[in-house]
Every structure is written in C-alpha cells, then in structure tokens.
C-alpha cells in the first residue's frame, strides 16, 4: 500500500546556507534511502525547488515545494513556520524573503562584531568568503573551529574534537551563544508570526509550525494560548512528529493538532553535517498518509 510508504516533510539543502547537499543530491539521499517524498524547505528560500522537482523525476521521489520562515510572536522570538505548495516564482513571496535576506545579513555583522568582543579571532570578510550564502550563526561556528585562529580558545574546548559539545558543535555553539539569553545575542527583527501565516494563506499555501517544542511546552497554558492564537490567524498543521521531540512531546502535540482539527506533519529537520546524526527520513511516524492529507487539504484550497 502507498500509504505506508515513508516521507519527510521537513529537509533542508545547501541553498540554506547551514543545509550541506544540493537539492539533486538530497533528492538522490531521499531515494536511496526508499523515501517516497520529501518537501524540500530551505530557510527563508525556495531557490532549491526547481532543482529538487527535476531530481524527483529522476530518482523516483515525489517533491513537495516547501519554505521555513523565521517569525516571532509576542515574546517568542524564534517560530518556524513551514510553508507547503507555494509558488517558488511568485513576486510577493520573493519580495517578502529578500526583505528578511538583507536583515540577516545585518544581524551577521554585530555578531561577527560580538565575537570580536568577545576575544574571538574572526572578520566579516573570512565569514563570507566561507559562507555559500547568508553566514547564519552555524556558519559562523564552523568558521570559529575551523580557521585555527581560536583553537587556544578556552570557550571552544568543549566543540573542540574530545569535548562534550562536540558531537554536533557548530550546531551546539549556534544554540550555546546566539541564541536568546546567551552572550552572543544579536536580535533580528524577524515578521510576525500571524503576518507569515497570512502571507502563506493568501498565496495558496498550507502554513505549518515546524518543531513546536523548540518554542512550546504542550502542557503549558502560556503556550497553549499562544498557539491558539496562531490557529485563529490560519495556522493549518503542526509538526508534532520532529528529531526535536521526544517520545512524549510527539504524542502530546498530535493530540493537540486532533484537538483543534490540525493537520500532522512529520519532518527531521535533515541538513547533513550540521546536524550529522540526523539522517533524511529519520523521524518517527513518517507515512505517506500524513503527506496524502497536506495534499488534500491544499487541493480544497486551490
């Protein structure tokens, strides 16, 4: 039965900046691996999507278009929205992501500064020769442990190869100093949660929140209001099936989602170096049914 074949709705390539493969090669990983489909959702781009879709021919694997986009909501400062089935050509869209491009762009400068600051040896210039695209903070981790300049460093001895930081460390470093509340804070003035759900509605898609728990606790009233409010902005799924997740924050949020007649989504977050115990499709209850219901829902609305 297809049905049971497996999925992944959440992958990301190298148009990420912190994704590792091309969109064929992805795709190429995704077949080898007897996946069925994939979306592919690069940060804040859909560039990738014509690549992957002629990918998909090729390797036998159906491609769902598919963006995440940074948002915050009231005192949540980092919401992932995933956005399937939109236009990858569509002016308003393209706008809108050039527009969050060019803030990136400033926030890596007063991190670059920050670190300088911080007794960091490293410049804006290194970081974007490195960097395939926008230097995201993972980009500038790597650049931190790879260009031998901060080695003596005693901040980075736990991502240092032996260190207990050290099994995903540009990853780990992302999250121990840039994000909220850690010294290399630099905050960026990302669109409102409700304002990127309107956007994704209006232009056909289906707007899905990507790994609640990164942001949530599904036992917290606070958070249970708060994503109440984003279902009555037209939040449409939630991704309860995430490597973020463990087993009971998985069941807890696809009880939610049934609760509020939401739609499951299943994704691992794939990026490949960044995250290299994260194979694509490593995720738990990936069936093809949860991809056959985004499918449905986004026939009723085109």
Request: proline share 6%.
């Given at each position: 039965?297809?049905?049971?074949?497996r999925?992944?709705?959440?992958?990301?390539?190298?148009?990420?900046?912190?994704?590792?493969?091309?969109?064929?090669?992805l795709?190429?990983?995704?077949?080898?691996?007897?996946?069925?489909?994939?979306?592919?959702?690069?940060?804040?781009?859909?560039?990738?999507?014509?690549?992957?879709?002629?990918?998909?021919?090729?390797?036998?694997?159906?491609?769902?278009?598919?963006?995440?986009?940074?948002?915050?909501?009231?005192?949540?400062?980092?919401?992932?929205?995933?956005?399937?089935?939109?236009?990858?050509?569509?002016?308003?869209?393209?706008?809108?992501?050039?527009?969050?491009?060019?803030?990136?762009?400033?926030?890596?400068?007063?991190?670059?500064?920050?670190?300088?600051?911080?007794?960091?040896?490293?410049?804006?210039?290194?970081?974007?020769?490195?960097?395939?695209?926008?230097?995201?903070?993972?980009?500038?981790?790597?650049?931190?442990?790879?260009?031998?300049?901060?080695?003596?460093?005693?901040?980075?001895?736990?991502?240092?190869?032996?260190?207990?930081?050290?099994?995903?460390?540009?990853?780990?470093?992302?999250?121990?100093?840039?994000?909220?509340?850690?010294?290399?804070?630099?905050?960026?003035?990302?669109?409102?949660?409700?304002?990127?759900?309107?956007?994704?509605?209006?232009?056909?898609?289906?707007?899905?929140?990507?790994?609640?728990?990164?942001a949530?606790?599904?036992?917290?009233?606070?958070?249970?209001?708060?994503?109440?409010?984003?279902?009555?902005?037209?939040?449409?799924?939630?991704?309860?099936?995430?490597?973020?997740?463990?087993?009971?924050?998985?069941?807890?949020?696809?009880?939610?989602?049934?609760?509020?007649?939401?739609?499951?989504?299943?994704?691992?977050?794939?990026?490949?170096?960044?995250?290299?115990?994260?194979?694509?499709?490593?995720?738990?209850?990936?069936?093809?049914?949860?991809l056959?219901?985004?499918?449905?829902t986004?026939?009723s609305?085109?």
């Amino acid at each position: 039965m297809k049905y049971l074949k497996r999925i992944d709705l959440h992958t990301h390539s190298a148009y990420s900046s912190d994704g590792e493969f091309k969109p064929a090669s992805l795709v190429r990983l995704a077949g080898d691996a007897g996946l069925a489909a994939i979306a592919l959702t690069d940060h804040n781009t859909m560039e990738g999507i014509p690549e992957a879709i002629e990918a998909g021919k090729k390797y036998g694997v159906e491609i769902v278009p598919g963006v995440e986009i940074d948002s915050q909501y009231g005192d949540y400062s980092s919401i992932h929205l995933l956005g399937y089935y939109l236009d990858p050509t569509a002016k308003k869209l393209l706008d809108f992501l050039q527009g969050m491009r060019d803030r990136y762009y400033q926030q890596a400068k007063k991190r670059v500064r920050r670190l300088q600051e911080l007794g960091f040896e490293i410049t804006y210039e290194e970081v974007l020769e490195f960097a395939p695209d926008i230097p995201v903070g993972v980009i500038l981790a790597e650049v931190l442990l790879t260009n031998g300049k901060n080695n003596y460093h005693p901040a980075l001895r736990p991502y240092l190869p032996g260190g207990e930081r050290s099994g995903q460390p540009y990853f780990n470093f992302y999250l121990d100093f840039f994000t909220r509340g850690k010294i290399a804070y630099i905050p960026c003035e990302y669109p409102r949660s409700d304002e990127v759900i309107d956007l994704i509605t209006t232009l056909g898609g289906i707007p899905v929140l990507a790994h609640p728990g990164s942001a949530f606790a599904a036992g917290n009233s606070k958070d249970i209001r708060a994503i109440k409010e984003l279902i009555g902005a037209g939040l449409a799924g939630i991704e309860a099936y995430s490597t973020y997740h463990g087993p009971e924050e998985m069941e807890e949020f696809a009880q939610l989602a049934q609760k509020y007649n939401l739609l499951v989504t299943a994704g691992s977050d794939f990026h490949g170096k960044l995250k290299p115990k994260i194979a694509v499709g490593d995720v738990p209850n990936n069936n093809y049914q949860l991809l056959r219901k985004l499918k449905e829902t986004a026939g009723s609305r085109s």
